[in-house]
């Protein structure tokens, strides 16, 4: 039997994870997962030994805090890497991390995949030299990153970007809305905070205080949460409870929660993509310690943070970032896109673009097919 020790420490990598591993069950039943992730990869089939959401953070400050806790379950799979070596191991972005176990398995000869980039191409670029000495394989999800780093002597496979098939609703807007007990009629905002419990203590009360603003001057308006699941609803409780919102929080179910809304604030990260090709007009957030943003800033080699925006290499979501991620501006953005149609219309349009962008190239194989000609490599 084939072992892989799959690691995914954030909720998105535990969406694409999964994905993943349902495919490789469905050619090869036999390979077994085991590592870090969340209910998604667990729901999959993947003995988890490491739940995700200890180790999603964010931010330089906020992984010093945390540093504890993340060393604790890194030296956990040191060792178990060297105890019983698997035959690959399969990292899903969470690129600081990751990187240190993969300098770590290739000392002692474990074979390496890693799926989802860091994105090396827009900051900290030197790291490239880093990933060549420790990474096997880097399967790259957007057909510029292949050329990055066969330019840089990585070897790399294009397996095209797993939402771009993936991400669609299942369920009319009408029909959705409905079912939640919510009018049809109104307008609804979707506030999308994030899937750390970090992003939520930071940008959360700026979220609530927006849609608050919102509120007052658009008293039909209606709220859709999505819950990532890397959180629980115990983890916004303390954030609500000061909210005079009726906000609708909506389990496994973020798709047809992203369909039903009529605009989006959102937290900066892979959700904005898959926003974007939902095709709901949104605006992106984000705030970071001060120190952290200090660091970053100065590294950063390219001008935005949205991912929608970065595939699009044009800035078709307004973003909000640090002193500009004030509830006032916020709101105002998210009016715009609410009660203007004009801009509405021409958001939806520019986002229906993303989608072309990411099917046109044709991949050089699937992520399922790669982990397993590795496997028998």
Partial sequence: MKTVLIVAGEASGDAHGARLVTAVHQKDPAVNFYGVGGSKLREAGVDIHIDAAELAVVGLWEVIAHRKVIFAALDKLKQQLKSSPPDLLLLIDYA???????????SIGVKVLFYISPQVWAWRQSRVNRIRDCVDTMAVIFNFEKEFYLKHNVPAKYVGHPLSHDVKASCERDVFLKEKNMSVSHPVLGLFPGSRKSEIKRLLPIILKSAEILKQKTPQLEFLLPLASTLT?????????????????IKDDAFNVMNACDAIVTVSGTVTLEIALIGTPLIIINKVSWLTYLIVKRMIKIPYIGLCNIVA????????????????????????????????KKTREQLGLIHQLLIDAPVDISISDLTLEMLEA
């Fill in 96 to 106: 600081e991390f990751n990187l240190k176990l993969a300098e770590y398995a290739k």
């Fill in 233 to 249: 609803e115990q983890d916004l409780a303390p954030f609500l409870a000061n909210s005079t919102l009726d906000i609708h929080i």
């Fill in 313 to 344: 290499n044009r800035l078709i979501a307004e973003e909000f970032i640090q002193k500009d991620a004030t509830p006032e501006k916020i709101a105002y953005a998210l009016s715009e896109l609410l009660n203007n149609k004009d801009k509405n």
